[in-house]
């Protein structure tokens, strides 16, 4: 059974950081491309970054994390990361990973979803 399992959410002040983990089973992360998304109240979910299969490149699809978010796949431990740095209020979300054959923003490209992670930016 294929799954995805995020990690690493919690509530942290502006400025400050987290780094999300997406654990896979029942597949490897590298043979897939893998997106992390995130949802605020009231919004549509929205892409973020998301790294490409095979030792393919990131692609970011939001403007403003450029420069503070980073994506990364860790072979060994079968997980994609996502390094979220200089956290604002409005990085506030649900952050969920997925999983399709190639990167897009579009969240109906992707055919593996993981259940979500809650992130708080708040003081």
């Known amino acids: 059974q294929l799954q995805l399992v995020e990690s690493g959410g919690g509530l942290v002040q502006p400025g400050g950081f987290l780094r999300l983990s997406c654990a896979a089973s029942g597949f490897t992360v590298n043979y897939y491309a893998i997106g992390w998304f995130r949802q605020a109240p009231g919004k549509e979910r929205e892409g973020v970054l998301c790294?490409?299969?095979?030792?393919?490149?990131?692609?970011n699809y939001a403007d403003s994390v450029k420069g503070r978010f980073t994506i990364s796949r860790d072979y060994d431990k079968n997980t994609v990361s996502l390094q979220m740095n200089s956290l604002r209020p409005e990085d506030t979300a649900v952050y969920y990973c997925?999983?399709?054959?190639?990167?897009?923003?579009?969240?109906?490209?992707?055919?593996?979803w993981g259940q979500g992670t809650q992130v708080t930016v708040s003081s």
């Open positions: 997925a999983a399709g054959r190639v990167c897009s923003d579009n969240r109906y490209a992707y055919d593996y």
């Open positions: 790294i490409s299969s095979s030792g393919g490149g990131s692609t």
